[in-house]
């Protein structure tokens, strides 16, 4: 086999898999029960306007990017919203070229067709807006499971997966137009790659590139969604590659540079190259940023929110306790965790909490793999599948339809 195609073949769908893949089914499956019972809303024909005019015609309006103005702010969202829509209605107009006169679904073949004029038509539209941030979830979710995995073990990855498949809040952002899950996938998998990025600085620099690119796709996708989030995950992936680049320090601000740079360049071509249109973004307030502990308070004080409160408050207990927890693995997380639960965005709505959650799953699973290889492992097991069943429960409860 060429060595290109060499990981591929080391890929395998074995038990560890398995159980993964179950997990994030049940998260589909809560996905899709809580689209359905969903209905259209003002903000979903918002994005599904703005959305498609960004891949179809933007705004003729001297000075703005689309009808709905410049978007300083979540334009990955808006495109992310509108691209099904949009490869939708290619594939119904190309479709029309096959079917009687009276069975046409666009009718209108030179005229714009608004998403309103096609909400007949397309029955399916509630779900297409949202394929996009549910699909984010899902990635989010097998990104968790594959960094718990590879540091903490099966257990430590089912653990954290458990939790992340079962938690209201990650839900409820998979299933609406927002920039919020977009902006949580790109944080957690920056972060973690700077860290790759810094491993990889003790090999040769060919092992370099492929996670620098990689890199600069997670800051691009961080700054598409929320550019306040952006200096945040540079200043600490900064620090941890401080951290861990021994020997190699002097690399690490050109490689976060260089990221930077691509990242930008990407985050250009989500305007469409448009110059006037990036411009806005640094000329409005969308980077302001403050520090606020009541968003923690109502998540934690949430009873749908009570099993990884739990798990919470238990491993940060047992990572002052036990000694053999206290290393970078688990201490990486609590300390990205703690910074975002106490961010607030000032200058745009923003749900920083949300970024925060795959960390503090990540640090409850790396506390847990460790109390579950301690001299009380069956008892920690056991506490640990009453919690998850426990946050299980609440958030299954949680669905609309089932009480």
């Known amino acids: 086999m060429p060595p290109r195609f060499a990981s591929l073949r080391r890929f395998r769908f074995n038990l560890p898999q398995r159980i993964a893949a179950g997990l994030l089914l049940l998260f589909l499956a809560q996905g899709f029960w809580l689209t359905a ?6 903000r979903d024909y918002q994005y599904a306007r703005c959305g498609r005019e960004m891949w179809e015609r933007p705004s003729p309006l001297a000075g703005y990017y689309t009808s709905c103005g410049n978007i300083h702010d979540g334009v990955l969202a808006y495109r992310m919203a509108g691209l099904p829509l949009t490869l939708n209605l290619m594939y119904e107009r190309f479709a029309d070229n096959f079917r009687k006169p009276e069975d046409k679904v666009v009718q209108m073949l030179d005229a714009p067709t608004s998403t309103w004029e096609l909400r007949h038509q397309l029955t399916h539209i509630l779900l297409l807006l949202r394929l996009s941030f549910l699909a984010a979830g899902v990635m989010l979710g097998g990104a968790l499971w594959w960094v718990t995995r590879r540091l903490f073990g099966n257990l430590g990855g089912y653990t954290a997966l458990a939790l992340y498949v079962f938690s209201p809040a990650v839900l409820r952002a998979s299933i609406a137009p927002n920039p919020e899950i977009l902006t949580a ?7 973690y790659t700077s860290v790759g990025v810094a491993h990889a600085m003790q090999g040769p620099r060919r092992k370099w590139r492929p996670r620098i690119v990689l890199l600069a796709i997670c800051f691009a996708v961080v700054a598409a969604s929320h550019i306040a989030a952006l200096p945040v995950l540079l200043v600490l992936g900064f620090i941890f590659m401080l951290w861990i680049a021994e ?9 976060l540079l260089i990221a930077s740079l691509g990242a930008f360049v990407l985050l250009f071509a989500c ?12 000329r409005s307030d969308a980077a302001r940023i403050g520090f606020s502990l009541e968003p923690a308070r109502y998540f934690f004080e949430t009873l749908s929110n009570a099993g990884i409160t739990v798990a919470a408050v238990a491993a940060l207990l047992l990572y002052l306790a036990l000694r053999k927890t206290l290393y970078f693995g688990n201490t ?6 703690l910074i975002l639960l106490v ?17 503090l799953l990540a640090f409850i699973g790396g506390v847990f793999a460790d109390a579950y290889d301690g001299p009380r492992g069956k008892l920690a097991m056991a506490a640990c599948g009453a919690i998850v069943a426990l946050q299980a429960v609440f958030c299954v409860l949680s669905l609309p339809g089932l009480l």
Do not use: K
């Open 332 to 337: 990486m997380p609590l300390l990205t965790a």
């Open 343 to 359: 961010l607030i965005t000032a200058g745009v709505p923003g749900n920083p909490l949300l970024w925060a959650q795959p960390f």
């Open 247 to 255: 020997g190699r320090r002097s690399q690490v601000t050109p490689v």
């Open 271 to 282: 305007y469409g190259f448009s110059p006037d249109a990036f411009s806005y973004l640094f």
């Open 185 to 191: 996938l790109g944080f957690f998998g920056g972060l």
């Open 37 to 42: 019972h969903q209905t259209l809303s003002e």
